[in-house]
């Protein structure tokens, strides 16, 4: 049977959001030019830093899907505190949001990557074809199912380059697809439960942000 016209730009979407996905935060991180922290090479929160910084909206109609993504206070722990260092719309023009969390110290980062497609068949398609991906950002683990959204799926290692070890958690919300990257010092990687914790925290904001935009 041939592939009907809708599910082939269906699957386009969804692979055109995976390369997003895979892609991650870059294009949140903290200006270069900065001096690099110990532990995540971020550079240090500065301490007038009060708001986050996002990139202009086209128009006063533009959704604002920042509404998508948790809050500082939800990664907080009972020693560390988080803020939001950036956010700004998805990359190659597509629907969703991207945004970086870091600790008091720099010694920690969350990222978040939101990608809202068509449909949840499209979520699908790009969480799988990222999973697939993964070792292109992350060396060492496997691919383990996690409890968080729909299809989570979490994996543990390091990055690429060896500088940080990184977890790395992805899943679906209805037309949704969410990627989740906890970085840390080699050594002293996030423990499990803290991303499980943060990732259901994430999947709730999801699906309440998506209510609200009527998706």
């Known amino acids: 049977m041939g592939i009907s016209r809708t599910s082939s730009v269906a699957i386009r979407t969804a692979l055109g959001a995976a390369v997003v996905l895979t892609l991650g935060l870059s294009g949140c991180a903290p200006d270069s030019s ?4 110990s532990g995540t090479g971020l ?3 500065a301490a007038t830093t009060s708001a986050p910084t996002s990139a202009p909206k086209e128009n006063s109609s533009a959704v604002d899907y920042s509404r998508l993504l948790i809050q500082p206070g939800d990664i907080d722990t009972a020693t560390e505190s988080f803020v ?12 969703g949001v991207s945004a970086l969390f870091v600790n008091q110290d720099d010694t920690r980062a969350v990222g978040v990557t939101i990608t809202v497609l068509p449909d949840a068949a499209a979520a699908k398609a790009a969480l799988d074809a990222s999973v697939a991906a993964l070792g292109t950002t992350l060396s060492g683990g496997t691919p383990q199912p996690s409890p968080v959204g729909t299809d989570g799926t979490v994996i543990s290692g390091q990055s690429s380059d060896g500088t940080k070890d990184m977890t790395v958690l992805l899943f679906t919300e209805g037309a949704a697809v969410a990627r989740m990257e906890f970085g840390s010092a080699p050594g002293n990687s996030t423990v499990a439960d803290v991303v ?9 904001a999801l699906r309440a942000g998506l209510q609200s935009l009527g998706g």
Do not use: E, F, H, Y
Not at 34 to 37: K, M, N, R, V, Y
Not at 84 to 95: D, E, F, Y
């Open 34 to 37: 900065s001096p690099p922290a």
């Open 43 to 45: 550079p240090p929160v």
């Open 84 to 95: 939001l260092r950036s956010t700004q719309p998805n990359r190659r023009g597509g629907k």
């Open 196 to 204: 499980t914790d943060v990732g259901v925290k994430q999947a709730i």
